[in-house]
């Protein structure tokens, strides 16, 4: 099993490898449980490097999800857009 689980992560990394560096400007946060160790595998941790990534922690519920779990949020946007008091004013609006 763990070795389905790092396929399917080599495989993710692999394809937002080749997505940014096809369109540089393209905009990427992908999801990941708190808890999740999927961020810290070998392939991630090479792509976070090569482009500069972000980890942002949060939590599901300042989306208004179902959950209130907290959630890590890998991206390449500015992570103040990720803070609780943008989150809570974008929602109310």
């Known amino acids: ?9 080599l ?8 997505a940014l560096r096809a369109r540089p400007t393209l905009n990427l946060c992908i ?3 708190a808890q999740s160790w999927g961020f810290k595998q070998r392939c991630m941790v090479a792509l ?4 500069s990534l972000t ?17 890590h949020l890998l991206t390449n946007l500015r992570p103040d857009l990720f803070s609780i008091s943008f989150v809570s004013f974008a929602l109310q609006e």
């Open 48 to 51: 976070i490097s090569a482009f």
């Open 1 to 9: 099993m763990h070795f389905k689980f790092v396929d399917i992560l």
């Open 55 to 71: 980890t942002v922690l949060t939590f599901m519920g300042h989306f208004q999800h179902d959950m209130v779990k907290a959630t």
């Open 31 to 33: 999801e990941q449980p």
């Open 11 to 18: 495989t993710k990394a692999i394809v937002i490898y080749i």
